[in-house]
């Protein structure tokens, strides 16, 4: 009796092993083929938010070439500069912003064949003293990006420089491909100093031509940086003329309460635009894409993606 009972035992046991692992090897496939199914519906939402993205980047520039169709200047209150909110899609959401790069300073400009652009150098001196930065740092910008070594004098920084800092590093000697980059530059180690000029300045590469700052959708602080006679009494006119009445053309800006007297440069100056920045957001399921394009326009209305960078700019 005794053995027949011990034989029951084990045999139930065994039957319990068997359950057992055959239970741990059902779980263990189950789990994986749920990471599967979760990895592959993952990867499906990240290209289906690309597309919408890219599908974004064609209709903003639709926007734009209907805009030269219906307008030959640039101002804030045409279609491409409104803010729409996110516009449902199948899964999720899309939105999408366009920002005039000639509402802003382009940084690279500041060097023409190696030299400085004295327009640019002028505006950028005037930014950086109305916003209050303590040494100016146009000299070191240029360095960073002519493309010899040469030190300007007294305030410039080539290699020596930054090869003796804690951290060394190299000159690019090149234009700046994001304005982040200023970070790296002599006078904006310092966080404070790259805040407060940053909202006012714009890197990208041209082919060739300056980007003019369009009067029509400049910020007060670059209208400000245009003449050091520049008050904000002024500028406050010549915004609130603006939103009433965009001007026309550069005569028209000049002639506007004897700016032609203030203004002593008005070269790179205009009242409509070329390059854009777009800004795509797409939210679908898990995935949350951002995408930064800029858009060229020529004269023509035709448009092209000059750049196309995803999540930081
Ligand atoms: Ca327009
Ligand atoms: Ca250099």
Redesign the pocket.
Same mark, same amino acid.
């Given at each position: 009796m005794t053995s027949i009972t011990q034989q029951r035992g084990v045999a139930i046991i065994t039957a319990l092993l068997i359950v057992t692992i055959a239970t741990t090897i059902s779980i263990t496939i189950s789990t994986r083929l749920q990471l599967d199914v979760q990895r592959t519906s993952n990867l499906i939402a990240q290209d289906q938010a690309y597309l919408y993205l890219l599908a974004a980047e064609e209709w903003s520039q639709r926007i734009l070439r209907q %805009?030269?169709k %219906?307008?030959?200047? %640039?101002?804030l209150s045409?279609p491409?500069a409104f803010q729409v909110p996110p516009l449902p899609v199948d899964g999720g959401s899309i939105q999408g912003t366009l920002t005039d790069l000639h509402s802003c300073i382009n940084i690279n400009t500041l060097v023409r064949n190696g030299a400085f652009n004295e327009t640019t150098k002028k505006r950028l001196s005037q930014l950086f003293r109305i916003q209050g930065l303590k040494n100016d740092p146009t000299q070191a910008i240029k360095d960073w990006i002519d493309a010899d070594l040469d030190t300007s004098n007294p305030d410039g920084a080539e290699d020596g420089y930054y090869l003796n800092l804690e951290v060394p590093y190299r000159t690019a000697n090149t234009p700046l491909y994001s304005i982040s980059e200023l970070r790296l530059i002599k006078g904006f180690e310092d966080n404070k100093a790259f805040q407060l000029v940053a909202p006012y300045l714009c890197a990208f590469t041209t082919d060739g031509s300056d980007t003019a700052i369009n009067v029509n959708t400049a910020s007060s602080e670059v209208l400000q940086s245009l003449s050091n006679d520049m008050t904000k009494d002024l500028v406050t006119k010549i915004i609130e003329r603006r939103d009433d009445k965009p001007f026309t053309d550069i005569k028209d800006f000049t002639g506007f309460s004897k700016l032609g007297t203030i203004i002593k440069d008005i070269a790179n100056l205009s009242v409509?635009s070329n390059y854009f920045l777009l800004r795509t957001q797409a939210r679908i399921g898990p995935a949350n894409k951002v995408m930064y394009s800029v858009i060229f326009r020529d004269s023509s209305g035709k448009t092209e993606v000059r750049s196309r960078t995803l999540r930081t700019l």
């Open positions: %805009d030269k %219906d307008s030959r200047t %640039d101002d045409e491409w409509n």
